[in-house]
């Protein structure tokens, strides 16, 4: 493999955001007046929707049995009420890239990689993320970034990675994906990606036996750990 750029997910793989997101959802609930308060035993089970929005729906035809189509203009505004409380909460810090994330993105931008995001999450969320742990803006870091937003169909579909491809002008073959979840395994190596999974806390449970590589920690995910694949 000639390798040019390694492409990351977001949420759980840059950094544990999900507990995060599920505090910002259920304030985002109170405040609209609903009675939902999801635990993270519950959203551990939602995780399997990729989507924000999607995972509401999800939750109410699943667990309240709720007629979804009633729903669908509030779901947009819930949302988006949701990334707000999430943008403010990782601008009050706290947030802490995962153990070897760092030294692997130093590490590949100095033998000259491109570092870019493909995510289902949102592109404020991407923005507050980078300001949160490296106070600069987004593009400073990542070269392309391409989101859930963006294209027709979210993960496990590889959309979004070919999108991150496209962007790059890069073939499948001199990039490498890395994901923390099943869903996002599978849209990694649909996009025809060499394809890194480390796990998460939310999104541990699956069978990665698929991917090139599953890995307990970024600690174990070196250039010279990629060079062999």
Not at 6 to 23: M, N, R, S
Not at 131 to 152: H, L, M, Y
Request: aromatic share 8%.
């Amino acid at each position: 493999m000639s390798l040019k750029a390694l492409i990351f997910d977001v949420d759980g793989t840059l950094a544990e955001t999900e507990g995060v997101h599920l505090q910002a959802f259920n304030m985002a609930f109170k405040d609209a007046g609903l009675d939902w308060h999801w635990s993270a035993a519950l959203y551990k089970k939602l995780l399997k929707t990729t989507g924000g929005k999607e995972r509401m729906k999800t939750y109410l035809r699943d667990y309240l049995e709720v007629d979804v189509a009633s729903w669908e203009d509030r779901i947009p505004k819930l949302h988006a009420e949701k990334t707000k409380h999430y943008v403010e909460i990782v601008k009050g810090g706290g947030l802490k890239l995962r153990p070897g994330v760092q030294a692997l993105m130093d590490e590949a931008r100095a033998v000259g990689l491109t570092l870019a995001i493909a995510t289902t999450t949102s592109r404020p969320n991407v923005d507050a993320l980078c300001r949160s742990i490296w106070n600069v803006q987004t593009e400073d870091i990542f070269k392309v970034v391409a989101c859930g937003d963006e294209v027709p169909r979210k993960k496990p579909a590889p959309d979004v990675f070919k999108l991150a491809l496209e962007r790059l002008g890069l073939p499948a073959e001199n990039c490498i994906g890395f994901e923390d979840s099943y869903n996002g395994m599978l849209s990694s190596l649909g996009a025809n990606l060499t394809t890194v999974i480390v796990p998460s806390f939310y999104t541990g449970e699956g069978d990665f036996s698929a991917a090139h590589i599953c890995a307990p920690s970024y600690e174990e995910v070196t250039l010279r750990t990629l060079a062999v694949l």
